[in-house]
């Protein structure tokens, strides 16, 4: 190889797929108990009882609010596993999802 000669290796890129992400998001209503609230948070989305506190009030003062971020399906389970709580319970307690 002459002096102004570059060597250069080719490694193969891999390309990384990132999966789309869904947001949960808590919707306020004026019916279901907080505590119902907080317990659903803490048994679905196995948050601490001052995070699921957190999430909880911001959704009761400001409407809604962000509770996790996950893939569609799991997002999707999670919002169905949280509402399928309160219709049990008879409450209307509503979990949507959004895409990021
Ligand atoms: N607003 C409800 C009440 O005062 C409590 C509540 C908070 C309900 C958050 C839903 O996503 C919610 N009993």
Same mark, same amino acid.
């Given at each position: ?33 907080? /505590?119902?609230? =907080? ?8 948050? +601490? %009882?001052? $995070? ?31 509402? /399928?709580?309160? =219709? ?8 949507? +999802? %959004?895409? $990021?």
């Amino acid at each position: 190889m002459r002096a102004t000669q570059t060597q250069t290796t080719q490694r193969p890129r891999l390309k990384t797929v990132k999966p789309p992400l869904w947001k949960v998001i808590l919707l306020n209503d004026d019916f279901t108990p907080r /505590d119902f609230v =907080v317990g659903v948070l803490r048994s679905v989305f196995r948050m +601490t %009882e001052s $995070e699921a506190l957190g999430v909880m009030l911001t959704a009761h003062r400001k409407g809604s609010c962000v509770v996790a971020v996950f893939t569609r399906e799991i997002a999707e389970t999670k919002a169905k596993q949280g509402t /399928d709580a309160g =219709v049990v319970a008879g409450f209307p307690l509503t979990f949507t +999802t %959004e895409r $990021e």
